[in-house]
């Protein structure tokens, strides 16, 4: 059974860090592109950082680039997101999403890891979610 489970949410007070973890049973992480993404009440799922399949591609999402960072550990069959400098507007539910095979072959071309981590439906398996706050 495939089955991807995020942890390392948390609260957390402004200008702070968290690591979050999305771990994967039932199938090797290391063949599959990865997204990390976030929902914020009354908001739309928006993608926040994507890695493709030979972690040659990332994207962020400009209220992100330069505080998180997107990694691998194909041994932990892990995928992390490193999340410093955070803000109130960080807020959010965080998920991570696997991309099906043929979907995270194509993640080889960094246009397709930046198109994919627009669209949450061209992600095939999801966790289901940890709770990250931001507040003083």
């Known amino acids: 059974q495939v089955q991807l489970v995020e942890s390392g949410g948390g609260l957390v007070q402004p200008g702070g860090s968290l690591r979050l973890s999305c771990a994967a049973s039932g199938f090797t992480l290391d063949y599959y592109a990865i997204g990390w993404f976030r929902q914020a009440p009354g908001k739309e799922r928006e993608g926040v950082s994507c890695?493709?399949?030979?972690?040659?591609?990332?994207y962020y999402a400009d209220s992100v680039k330069g505080r998180f960072t997107i990694s691998r550990d194909n041994v932990k069959n892990t995928v992390y997101l490193q999340m410093n400098s955070l803000k109130p507007e960080d807020t959010a539910v965080y998920y991570c999403?696997?991309?099906?095979?043929?979907?995270?072959?194509?993640?080889?071309?960094?246009?397709?890891?930046?198109?994919?981590?627009?669209?949450?439906?061209?992600?095939?398996?999801w966790g289901q979610g940890t709770q990250v706050t931001v507040s003083s």
């Open positions: 999403a696997a991309g099906s095979p043929r979907e995270s072959r194509r993640t080889r071309d960094i246009t397709t890891v930046q198109a994919m981590c627009h669209m949450p439906s061209r992600w095939n398996y």
């Open positions: 890695i493709s399949s030979n972690d040659v591609n990332t």
